[in-house]
């Protein structure tokens, strides 16, 4: 049996768009043609972010329960959490701000080639990341910035963590002294 690709968008104002074109760059490597994009609801999906970034032609028809094409050779249709079958899905497989329960649906879905979470809060991520070990895209996958001080600012910050109880913060009389 093959393992499902898995991948989470971390929470970030850039997620949406991320999360996109991390859809588009997964179809084409894997060769999928069928994308099922997964919301809580489809009655006020309109009014989502999600609806927001794909713009209001594509909604509507998506709405309507007509397939539109995301990328050559690429068709994305919407289902509700409510109505969606993983007994009938297959292809890529997005979860757009659903709760864990129906993060479970998609999870379960046979036909399912690649699977990318985009959660609500940062909890349900980590937490499916942690039992599917996903990739994951997003503000993590980059290097964080690393923080130079100078020298002398450096060296005397050394010394006074070396010098004072770090437990008690700097509440002690003496470890104040010295921090001033």
């Not at 490597?29 to 994308?35: D, F, H, L, Q, Y």
């Not at 964080?144 to 010098?163: R, W």
Request: proline share 5%; charged share 20%; aromatic share 6%.
């Amino acid at each position: 049996m093959a393992t499902v690709a898995r991948y989470v968008v971390e929470r970030s104002p850039d997620q949406v768009r991320l999360a996109f074109k991390s859809v588009l760059e997964i179809c084409k490597a894997k060769n999928i043609a069928s994308v099922t994009l997964v919301v809580p609801q489809k009655g006020g999906f309109d009014q989502t972010i999600v609806a927001e970034f794909l713009g209001s032609n594509i909604v509507k028809a998506l709405l309507e329960g007509q397939p539109v094409l995301v990328a050559q050779g690429v068709q994305m249709k919407l289902e509700s959490a409510q109505t969606f079958r993983g007994s009938w899905s297959d292809g890529l497989l997005i979860g757009a701000h659903i709760s864990d329960k129906d993060m479970n649906k998609l999870d379960d879905a046979i036909g399912a080639q690649a699977i990318v979470y985009l959660p609500w809060n940062d909890t349900e991520g980590k937490d499916w990341q942690a039992t599917w070990g996903a990739r994951i895209i997003g503000a993590t996958t980059a290097p964080a910035p690393t923080v130079s001080l100078p020298g002398p600012v450096e060296e005397a910050l050394e010394s006074l963590t070396q010098a004072i109880n770090l437990g008690t913060g700097l509440n002690h009389p003496s470890d104040k002294k010295h921090a001033e």
